[in-house]
């Protein structure tokens, strides 16, 4: 009997074929609905004020989540991702929702997986759902306190048990694949990684990995302070089914990133950017046209193979974006190279 091809395998196979979609926003979309406290809140009896709590609506309002969700499949998307951005102990802990960790992100990811598989099922063409675990507000590499350098709120073991707990519910609800995205911290991320690498331990299978980075300014340099090209020697041992960026900046900030990450990761290539930069009052205001029409040009240039959106972007960006690469040819990756490849906050190569 012939093995059913693994998640790995077959997103590699739609990406051999064509620019897949990714989804874009869901708290520019939240925000939208105008929810109360008692949508947020629920009947779960929490002593915290809920609302801004995005994550627990998977469990208080779902039908929300599932709307949103509908709505980035209909408008095209290939790939979806969970409501799961700050789902962590870390995270919920400032709602006074600890508790409910493992619920949240197992009912998300059932969310999402319910979806994909209809839609999957209406037209043959295979879903997959990303399980999203945002960096927290915690950071390994740097102090919060100026006046203690050494200081660090949490340590790496702890952080690697928090993403462990995250990773397995959402694995547990259905997700293909575990997203660590808008990295700032490249130790946190390393602390993802291991988490995820625990987890295929675990379960005895591959568990694949899409990570994210993201920029905290346009020297192309993450908070950690590596720079995108030193970021990707640090995690390539992973082996990421995707790399990538995402947040930050819109696509026009964000494309010569794009460019030389695209010539040297051996592996397949994410990028959702915001919908342009912010306006005075932290709203974006890029239209769907534009933003498909900056993506576009890596596409015809063959620079990406996985598109979609970040903050700000809605179902009608990611449907311009759909509508803006059909028919183009996705990147071709570069071969792996036998060059020793390391990174402190830049790179260093020692050529055989």
């Known amino acids: 009997m012939t093995a059913l091809p693994t998640a790995r395998e077959s997103l590699n196979a739609e990406a051999a074929k064509r620019v897949l979609i990714f989804d ?18 629920g009947d ?46 870390i995270s919920q802990a400032d709602y006074a929702a600890e508790s409910l960790v493992k619920e949240i992100n197992f009912a998300s990811a059932q969310i999402a997986r319910r979806l994909a598989d209809t839609f999957e099922g209406n037209d043959g063409r295979p879903r997959f759902v990303a399980g999203a675990i945002g960096p927290t507000n915690k950071t390994l590499s740097l102090s919060p306190d100026v006046e203690d350098p050494g200081f660090r709120e949490i340590d790496f073991d702890y952080l690697t048990s928090v993403y462990h ?44 990995i899409m990570l994210s980075m993201t920029l905290t300014d346009l020297s192309g340099r993450n908070l950690s302070g590596h720079t995108v090209e030193a970021f990707w020697y640090a995690v390539r041992h992973a082996n990421p089914v995707t790399i990538g960026l995402n947040c930050s900046f819109g696509a026009e900030q964000l494309r010569p990133h794009v460019q030389l990450l695209s010539k040297i990761a051996d592996t397949l290539l994410l990028a959702y950017p915001n919908a342009g930069l912010p306006n005075e009052l932290g709203e974006y205001d890029e239209a769907p046209a534009t933003t498909a029409s900056l993506v576009r040009e890596w596409a015809e240039k063959e620079q990406v193979n996985v598109l979609g959106g970040c903050c700000g972007s809605t179902p009608d960006h990611i449907a311009a974006i759909a509508k803006a690469v059909e028919g183009l040819s996705p990147r071709k990756m ?15 190569t020692i050529a055989a």
């Open 165 to 208: 707990e995250q990773a397995a519910a959402l694995v547990e609800g259905g997700a293909d694949f575990i997203l660590i995205e808008t990295i700032f911290d490249t130790l946190n991320a390393k602390a993802g990684i291991m988490a995820v690498k625990q987890l295929e331990r675990e379960l005895g299978r591959d568990v694949p």
């Open 334 to 348: 570069p071969g792996r190279d036998t060059k020793m490849r390391l990174a402190g906050l830049e790179p260093f």
């Open 24 to 41: 874009g926003a869901f708290g520019t979309q939240i925000q939208d609905r105008k929810l109360s406290e008692a949508d947020y809140a």
């Open 44 to 89: 779960l009896g929490l002593e915290a004020d809920q609302k801004g709590n995005n994550d627990i609506l998977a469990l208080t309002c779902p039908e929300v989540i599932e709307d949103i969700t509908r709505a980035y499949l209909d408008a095209g998307s290939d790939v979806i991702s969970t409501n799961t951005f700050s789902a962590n102990v």
